[in-house]
């Protein structure tokens, strides 16, 4: 939680980012994250402040678990002053007690953001899905809890001026955005539209360039004219230098076949999945994995 000190901005964990999206996906199939097709409305979990603050909370705990399907899991939360925003522990259930950092007491339209993160973590724990490492698990966390539809939550939490800021997440403004805009462009949701925070809104917009940024990416069709140039000459040099591999600095790479012609592999920009098809000129592929048809020149 920054309160008060720098954000970071920009994607430094966006590998991680990607590589969580695919996980979901392959944990998940493609059927049950189509069942988070609607994020929770923001009038589920609005609290103001005349709402009763233990009354309220739970209020809003019970619609994150009814939102993530986790009908026999019960959340008890309780305030206490803390360093991290958040904290539960992770037990066989089906009761989990949340502890929120204090600042919440006075901050109450932002529990939503908190609670949403800590009851992912459920969801997750009882899915077994996890990073090794901790860092990389709470992205996965930030980032299940985005793609499921309740981290536009922690994105408006998002508010930065000259003289103080605050961020909730291991993400990134910018990553969440790019996360939204993903599920945006999956589901035809707009998001941007539920935004108390304008700052949220712009790191919504830049997120959402970097996210169609993924599917005009060669060898797909949509890629521009430079994409589409550069690609040509590495598929020339791949041609004249079998065997070959990674282009440096391309997220596509080539391989041989000995059953048939070269191959291209690239990263699906929905799911980041890598798919692999034959250098043949128009090729119409489907992601095993999201089901994306994606049209491509090789």
Not at 144 to 157: I, P, Q, R
Not at 172 to 188: D, I
Not at 249 to 260: H, I, K, L, N, V
């Amino acid at each position: 939680m920054a309160n008060g000190g720098p954000v970071e901005h920009g994607y430094p964990h966006l590998e991680t980012v990607r590589t969580a999206v695919t996980a979901l996906y392959r944990r998940l199939s493609y059927d049950t994250i189509h069942q988070f097709a609607t994020s929770v409305p923001p009038a589920d979990v609005a609290f103001c402040d005349t709402d009763d603050l233990h009354l309220g909370a739970q209020r809003v705990a019970r619609e994150l678990v009814r939102h993530f399907r986790l009908p026999d899991a019960r959340v008890i939360v309780a305030f206490r002053e803390m360093e991290q925003a958040a904290n539960i522990e992770l037990t066989a259930g089906p009761e989990y007690f949340v502890e929120l950092n204090d600042r919440f007491r006075r901050h109450r339209r932002d529990i939503g953001a908190a609670l949403a993160h800590e009851i992912m973590h459920v969801y997750l724990h009882r899915l077994d899905l996890s990073f090794p490492a901790t860092r990389d698990n709470e992205i996965l966390t930030d980032t299940a809890t985005t793609y499921l539809g309740a981290g536009w939550l922690l994105l408006d939490a998002y508010r930065e001026d000259g003289v103080s800021s605050q961020k909730l997440g291991y993400l990134t403004p910018e990553e969440f955005g790019y996360v939204l805009a993903k599920r945006s462009l999956v589901f035809g949701e707009d998001p941007s539209t539920w935004f108390t925070s304008a700052q949220a809104y712009t790191a919504y917009g830049r997120g959402l360039e970097r996210a169609r940024h993924d599917g005009r990416q060669p060898p797909l069709t949509a890629a521009g004219w430079a994409g589409r140039r550069r690609y040509a000459r590495d598929r020339r040099h791949a041609e004249d230098h079998r065997p070959v591999a990674v282009v440096p600095g391309s997220p596509y790479s080539f391989a041989p076949d000995p059953r048939g012609p070269l191959r291209v592999t690239f990263p699906c920009p929905t799911c980041h999945q890598r798919i692999r098809v034959p250098v043949k000129g128009r090729v119409r592929a489907r992601c095993g994995l999201c089901r994306t048809v994606l049209e491509c020149d090789t």
